[in-house]
Structures are given as C-alpha cells and as structure tokens.
C-alpha cells in the first residue's frame, strides 16, 4: 500500500529526524521505532524487519539508522527505491551524516523528502531534480527578503540617530555641569 514514514533514529530508538507520509501520532511512531530497534540485533544480513503491524527497511549509517516504515501489503521494491533515493538526498545534503548535519538541514531533507514522497506513494523525481527544486526562489520569498532588507536598513538609520541624539544629550550634559561646577 503506501510508506508511513522515514526516520533516522540510533541504535537506542532515539529519534533524530522523523518525516511521516500519514496521519501518525508521536506516539505511534514511537513505538514503530521501539519495536524497530528491539528487533535490529536479529537482523544480521536482512535490510527489512516485518511485524505484524508494519515492515521496516533500513539503511545502516555510522551509529544510526535509516528507517522507512510502511504497511506490510506495500511493494517491497518500490520501497527500496524510496530508502536508496532517501538515502542518497541525506547523504547529498547533509555530506557527513550525523546527528549535528542531521539537525542542521532538517529543514531542506522535509522539503527533498516531500519531493520523494507524497500522501505515502513515490514521485518520479532523481536527485538532480530534487537539488534543482531545492534551489529554486519564489516571487514572495524574493518579496520578503527586500522588505527584510528595507525594514533592516530604516532601523539603522533610526538607530544611527538615537546615536547621534544620545551623544548631543551627553555633551549638553557634561557642558552643563561643567558651567555649573564654575
């Protein structure tokens, strides 16, 4: 049927980076991870763990894993596809995997995983297309920087004048008190 979700977790089922395709609670997928790394030291030359609720393909990195849980009437090929694309954007954009990179371009592996998958079925898309996607500006982003920047530059100009005021107000101050100690 469909993918569920991907995660990146440790050995100790501690979530990373999770993405789900469906409607999942945090709970649910926590105990999909739980059940996940339970079941991984049984898995000597396997990529795949199946349960009775789901199936679970993984792609060892490092110290972590790259899960894609999906229902267990889903196409086991197709899902090796979507792991190995999965695992080629986060290895893509985030260079050396770890937990640090990981967290770092959380944002941009959402993005390039959503161009992979869609309400749980895969797109046809490769990297080079995801990477250009990825690139890509706008109009209103574009819109919205030059505001930033506009609005950046009016608040220097007030800033630079409060400068200005604050020092004539020292000087006025210090003349005064000179005046006065005469």
Known sequence: MVA???????????????RQFLQMSRLELEEHIVHFSRNIDNCKDATNIESDKARYLFIPIENLFLVLITSKSSNIIEDTEI???????????????????I???????????????????????????????LLMDSAEEKEFRKKQEEREVIVKKQMQEKMKEIEKLKRENKYMSDSVSR
Do not use: M
Request: charged share 15%.
């Open 103 to 133: 967290v770092s371009n959380a944002f941009e592996l959402i993005l390039g995983i959503d161009d992979i998958v869609c309400l749980g079925y895969r797109n046809s898309i490769n990297i080079p297309q995801i990477k250009q996607l």
């Open 4 to 18: 569920l979700s991907t995660v990146i977790c440790n050995k100790n089922a501690k979530i990373i980076f999770a």
């Open 83 to 101: 792991i190995k694309l999965i695992y080629r954007l986060v290895q893509d954009i985030c260079g050396n995997i770890s937990e640090g990179s």
